[in-house]
Structures are given as structure tokens and as C-alpha cells.
């Protein structure tokens, strides 16, 4: 799974990859497993069309709650509510780009109030009035302070007022006040302005106004909290990234699944996929699939997943994972290349029954199916529409029910799911709601991420939430890609001067807080295969500029303008660039320009080779394999190899590490494979993070994991510790 400079998921506990060679795997027992559902009586296939199961009502905007009785206000998607006198009127406030939420007149229009929010991270209440002050009321002229404090309001919610006279551009006087306070991830302000003789008049009021302004919490949809687990969220604008057949990512675990899966002890255990037989030789899978359903009530067939796997391999659809994770399958190469309309190597023996021949025993395939690339979908659904992801009819433990652009969504709990009901009814994504870590203080959320920076706060005994703080490894390496077709990257001496000019440590007590391992190599520490005798390439600066020397370049004057590419926005670069930028140009004398690529785009450009010679990666393992890293990033004929590294010797170790089913000897070839790859330095080995998440009290059942397994049919909620 790709990763950005290791900004990664909360991940959780070490586990030893198991050997291959189980002939037949039964269902799970009872003891891995939540309470079955239902089973379905017969078999539900035998006649049907897809009239029989219309599209789900799914991505329903929430209704208007209605205008506000008079005197009171409430907005329910903010949570937010105050008070206003007889008299006083609501005013329309159009299309609120600013952040209004109400605009209230007094009697005579002399008087106007105005109710806003604006989303702030870290500085404090007081800091936030200020900084909200200076935005409103900066451009006014002759600006005198009146007052500016603390205070508490009604509600008991603490809060900073401030209270000016100034005068307009054209000399008219003004008075105007302004109350902020705290709410989740925002700021909510109300900003009272007019004539300061009618100001004074109406100073009672405005008192009164400004003191019943109250947060009450963001609205859940109606849902019952006690039943809701309630996240925050992002929403990418790239329609390929809510595609299991295209996404980069971990993937929806909520509403796809695939044949099998990891559960949160990192055991391999079937999901759509009963049982399944191996031949002798490894080679030949077949698959008896449950009695499962989509969301809309269809039955599940073989059909279904050979529909999904030939579209991920479609030339059309242009998925970058086909390769990575579906290409041991006979077949699929050819399809991908546009050789063939089908994947031969998948057979339908029944409508429950898939048989799938490989192109050669791999010892590690099912972990493979474990990505979203091996998710099944619904053909009715997915050609319905392009927007089709909106409204998805998936086979998991949840289905989505409810989709507000930009602001929330909403799944329900599949009662006919084939592995049980989840325990959790709903879950809620709040999407760009604000800093994470605000809105769990706040009880917003359930579970935030820690930064290093925050870290020691919440690590300390004496802070109430250090009870609530996980922590684990992460099976990830942060690495920086040398495109090595480009100049002069296309020079290992090149590369290996760049590597050796960069200080891990430096960079990581300065960008991690020093709470980070630094990568000397490809694997992360709790994988299998990870070698502590493994021969980096240190920081010598020395060394680095004798090599840039000793390179056909000949030294930093020859060498051509270099390009770093980035994920961000505009020409500024992050903190992780620069710091690497610096020490390049102090040890080599090399100075480099930055670019940056919309995040929601960076992958696609990336893959398209619009790009600098160096540019940002990283890595988190699917499964724990080492051939998850070795193999799928630098083999040279490796979909996901965006270095364009080549190594013949190489390539031949891990063709023969394909087939090795011995453990020791399967360990020792990608361990070799490994030392090559820093001996040729494709990438610059940066960091090996850690993961650190906040969970509330009521959730329970929550373990970390070291690489993403999707924990969510698994948790509970304990009604009794909700607050």
C-alpha cells in the first residue's frame, strides 16, 4: 500500500508471517468469528434478473430541518444555537461563503448581529479570537480597544469577548463586539455591530444574545450516539480512489469484501470464500463461496468474482495494482496487456464454486487476494453510472447509507452479512470536520491520531486521556524515489552520494520528534525478513561528495537542473523537502527546485512519469511478506517499480524467492535481495514509523495492528463509559 512521507494509519500488533501448504481450510470457528447470520434455506440463484434488486436508496442528503422558531435559533448540521429578542429578525444571508450560519436586524435595521464559524487548529481559544478579531474588524480605521476577556457564558462554555469603537472608510462611527467560542474543530463567533449610540441601546440585548450562544455538538444524522462510532474523515475528489480495482489505498473494508481476509490477530480467515482446496502442486485453487449477498439483497456467484477481477484487469479501467496483486493468476498479464477479452486461468465449475490456476505455485497468493483489488463488486452497480462509488452495493459488513458531500458519511450495519451482525450499528464519517485531535477532546470522535509533537502530552500519567493512547510498530519504510532514467539519477554513484549526503537521524529528531527508527533498508522492523546485519548506506559526507566526483558527472557543477516532486499545494515545500534539500546543498553543493502535485492526483500524475527525478514515496505492507516489498516494488518488470529500477540479478533472485516454499530459504534470498537493492540505491530509505492512535473508553475491543486490517465489524460499544 502506497504511503505519502509515512503519513499511515493507525496500524497494530507484531505477527510472524505463517508458511504455506495448508491443503483445505474450513470455515472459521466459533472462536474467530461474531454469531452467524441466518443461513439462506436454498440455493437463492437458480432464477433471478437484476430488475429483482433495484439500486439501494444510498447517498440521501440529510432533509432541511426548517427555519427556526422565532426568538430561538438552532443549526443542526453544527450544532451550534442562541437566543434573540421579540423584535429582531432573521435576515437571508444568501449563500454563506464566509461561514454565516444567521444574520440577525434589530427593530430599525440600526443593530446587526451576525452568527459564523471558521474551522482553526491549534491556538486557543484566546488566539482564535484574536486571530478571528484581526480578520473582521483589521480593516477598520481608528480602532480602539475597549475591552478584551474572558468570560462564561449561560451554558457555562468558556469564552473571549472583545468589544471595539472604530469608524468606517467614510468617517461613520461604529462600536462592535465580538464573542468566540470553542466547539469541535471550529470556532463559533457572534459579531454585533452598528451605530455605538444604538449599540448602547440595545446593549442588554446584545449581552443576552451573545451570552446564550451555545455548542451542543455536531449533528449524527438523527442516529442514537450509543449505537454510532463516529470518525473523522477526508474525501478525495479522484473517482479512482473509491474504486477497489484503482484505489492506492487500504480500501473500503466497510462496504467490498473479497474472498479471504486478515482478522485483528493477523490470521488469514474466509470471507466470501467458504473453504478452498490446493492441488499438490500449488498451482490449481478452487474456491466454494458462501451463501452471501449483496447489499440489495442479489446473491453472490463465482460469476461475480470473475466479473470483477477481468474488470480490475480491463485495459480500459488502466488499474495500477491489477498486476501487483491479481497478476499470478493465468491470464491476467495477457488481458491487462489487451491480448485477451478474458482471464484464462479463472474457471466457474458452479455458482458457487471458482477454480483458479496460477502461473506457478506462489506460497504467498491468498495474502495477495486480501487487497482491494480482489474485492468483489456489483456489475449492475459499477455500470450503472461514472459516479457509481456513490452508491455502492457492496457484500461487507456495512453499506453505505448516506453520502453529504464534503460533510458526512453514513453506513448501517449489514444484518444479512455472512460472518455475523457487526456489534456497532452505525458508523459516521465526519468528513473535513477539523482537527482530529480537537473534535476527540471534545467527544466528536472516537479515535484521533497522535502526532510526535503531541505525543509527550498524552504519555504523561497525569493527563486524564493518556488511559485512551495505543501504540504499536508499523510494518511502513519512508523512502524518497531516484527516477533512474532521468539525470543524473541514471548515475548510482549519483544516487549513493545523495543517500549518504542525508542524516536520518537529524531528520527524524527534528520532523519525528525523534520518535521514529531510521531506515537503513526496505524492511520495516516487525516484518519477516527484516536484518539487523543488513549493510545501509550510512551518512558520510565525505564519501557522498567522492562519489559525486567519482560519477560521470563529475561533480555538482555538471550536473543537470534537478526537480523534486511533492505531494502539496502551490510552490511551498514541506518540512521533510526542505530539511533534505538543505543538507544536500551543504554537503554537494547541489541545490534543487520543488514542485508539488494535488494530493488527490499525485498517484495519477505520478504513474503517468509526469514528474522530477526525485519525488515522494513510501510503503506499508498488505500482507507480511517481504515479497510485498522486494518483489512488488523492484522487480524490473513490477507495475508498482515507479523508480524504473532494473537489475537483471536481481530480478532472477526474486523470480526463484517466487517459488521457494522453504521459510528459511525464502527469508535468506529476499534478505540478499534486499542488501542489492541499497547497494544500488533505487530510493533514499528514510524512516521506519510507529503508530499512535486515541481511542475513547466505550470503544471496545479496539488492538493495534501492524499494517491495515479493518477492524470495524469487530468493535463494540459499552454504552456505561460513553460521555
Not at 301 to 308: F, K, N, R
Not at 420 to 448: C, T
Not at 562 to 575: C, N
Not at 687 to 693: A, G, I
Request: aromatic share 10%; with cysteine.
Amino acid at each position: 500500500m502506497k504511503v505519502l512521507g509515512c503519513l499511515i494509519l493507525p496500524c497494530l500488533v507484531l505477527s510472524a508471517c505463517g508458511g504455506a501448504g495448508t491443503q483445505i481450510v474450513p470455515p472459521p470457528s466459533s472462536s474467530d468469528s461474531a454469531p452467524t447470520a441466518q443461513p439462506i434455506e436454498s440455493d437463492p440463484t437458480a432464477t433471478w434478473s437484476p430488475n429483482d434488486y433495484p439500486p439501494l436508496p444510498t447517498a440521501t442528503l440529510a432533509a432541511d430541518s426548517g427555519p427556526s422558531q422565532p426568538g430561538s435559533f438552532f443549526h443542526p448540521e453544527f450544532g451550534v444555537a442562541l437566543r434573540y429578542p421579540p423584535g429582531w429578525r432573521e435576515v437571508d444571508i444568501g449563500n454563506a461563503e464566509r461561514g454565516e450560519l444567521l444574520w440577525l436586524a434589530s427593530p430599525g435595521d440600526g443593530v446587526q448581529v451576525i452568527l459564523f464559524h471558521t474551522l482553526w487548529a491549534d491556538e486557543g481559544l484566546e488566539g482564535a479570537a484574536h486571530a478571528i478579531g484581526d480578520s473582521s474588524l483589521g480593516g477598520l480605521k481608528n480602532l480602539q480597544l475597549l475591552s478584551d476577556h474572558a468570560m462564561t457564558l449561560e451554558s457555562d462554555a468558556e469564552a473571549w469577548q472583545t468589544i471595539i469603537i472604530a469608524e468606517y472608510d467614510n468617517g461613520d462611527p461604529l462600536k462592535a463586539s465580538l464573542t468566540t467560542i470553542l466547539g469541535g474543530g471550529r470556532t463559533y463567533s457572534v459579531m454585533s455591530f452598528g451605530d455605538p449610540g444604538e449599540f448602547d441601546q440595545y446593549q442588554p440585548e446584545l449581552d443576552s444574545i451573545a451570552n446564550s450562544l451555545r455548542f451542543t455538538g455536531e449533528s449524527l444524522g438523527g442516529l442514537p450516539r450509543s449505537q454510532s462510532l463516529v470518525l473523522a474523515g477526508y474525501e478525495s475528489t479522484n473517482p479512482r480512489e473509491y474504486d477497489p480495482a484503482t484505489q492506492h489505498s487500504g480500501g473500503d473494508g466497510l462496504v467490498f469484501s473479497g474472498l479471504v481476509a486478515f482478522n485483528p490477530q493477523l490470521n488469514l480467515v474466509p470471507e466470501l470464500a467458504e473453504s478452498w482446496t490446493v492441488t499438490e502442486d500449488g498451482v490449481v485453487y478452487t474456491f466454494k463461496l458462501r451463501m452471501a449477498r449483496f447489499h440489495n439483497g442479489r446473491p453472490v456467484t463465482a460469476q461475480d468474482v470473475v466479473y470483477s477481477w477481468e474488470r480490475a484487469a480491463s485495459p480500459a479501467l488502466e488499474s495500477e495494482t491489477v498486476l501487483t496483486y491479481l497478476g499470478d493468476i493465468v491470464g491476467v498479464k495477457e488481458m491487462a496487456d489487451g491480448k485477451a477479452d478474458h482471464i484464462s486461468g479463472l474457471t466457474v465449475i458452479d455458482d458457487h464454486t471458482l477454480q483458479v490456476t496460477l502461473d506457478a505455485p506462489k506460497p504467498y497468493f491468498l495474502l495477495k487476494l486480501t487487497y482491494p483489488t480482489g474485492y468483489v463488486v456489483d456489475k449492475y452497480n459499477v455500470e450503472a453510472g461514472p459516479e457509481w462509488f456513490r452508491t455502492p452495493n457492496g457484500t461487507g459488513p456495512y453499506k453505505m447509507i448516506r453520502w453529504e458531500p464534503m460533510r458526512l458519511v453514513i453506513y448501517e450495519r449489514n444484518d444479512d452479512y455472512y460472518s455475523g451482525q457487526p456489534p456497532i450499528r452505525f458508523v459516521i464519517m465526519k468528513l473535513l470536520a477539523g482537527d482530529p485531535l480537537r473534535l476527540y477532546e471534545s467527544n466528536e470522535i472516537d479515535m484521533a491520531g497522535v502526532d510526535r509533537f503531541t505525543l509527550p502530552r498524552f504519555q504523561d500519567p497525569a493527563e486524564s486521556m493518556s488511559a485512551e493512547l495505543h501504540s504499536g510498530v508499523n510494518m511502513c519504510t519512508g523512502f524518497v524515489h531516484f527516477d533512474t532514467t532521468q539525470p543524473p539519477f541514471d548515475d548510482v554513484n549519483v544516487r549513493r552520494a545523495f543517500s549518504m549526503a542525508f542524516d536520518r537521524q537529524k531528520y527524524i529528531d527534528v520532523l519525528y520528534n525523534g520518535i521514529a527508527i531510521p531506515a537503513h533498508g526496505l524492511y520495516p522492523p516487525a516484518l519477516p525478513g527484516y536484518n539487523l546485519a543488513l549493510e545501509g548506506l550510512p551518512h558520510d559526507p565525505a564519501r557522498a561528495q567522492q562519489l559525486l566526483a567519482e560519477s560521470k558527472y563529475g561533480g555538482p557543477e555538471k550536473l543537470p537542473p534537478i526537480v523534486y516532486t511533492g505531494s502539496g499545494y502551490g510552490s511551498a515545500s514541506g518540512a521533510g523537502v526542505a530539511a533534505m534539500a538543505q543538507m544536500w546543498e551543504e554537503t554537494l553543493g547541489v541545490t534543487i527546485s520543488i514542485e508539488n502535485i494535488e494530493p488527490d492526483l499525485y498517484y495519477d500524475e505520478i504513474n503517468a512519469g509526469r514528474h522530477g527525478q526525485l519525488f515522494d514515496g513510501g510503503w506499508c505492507a498488505d500482507y507480511p511478506d517481504p515479497e510485498n516489498f522486494a518483489d512488488a516494488l523492484f522487480h524490473s518488470s513490477a507495475a508498482l517499480n515507479e523508480s524504473h529500477y532494473s537489475n537483471p540479478e536481481l530480478d532472477a533472485l526474486l523470480e526463484a524467492a517466487r517459488l521457494e516454499t522453504d521459510v528459511a530459504t525464502r527469508i535468506a534470498m529476499y534478505q540478499q535481495a534486499e542488501q542489492m537493492i541499497v547497494d544500488d540505491a533505487p530510493v533514499i530509505f528514510i524512516v521506519h514509523s510507529q503508530s499512535f492512535v486515541l481511542v475513547k473508553a466505550h470503544i471496545q475491543g479496539f488492538v493495534m495492528t501492524p499494517f491495515g486490517v479493518p477492524l470495524m465489524r469487530y468493535l463494540s460499544i459499552d454504552p456505561s463509559k460513553l460521555k
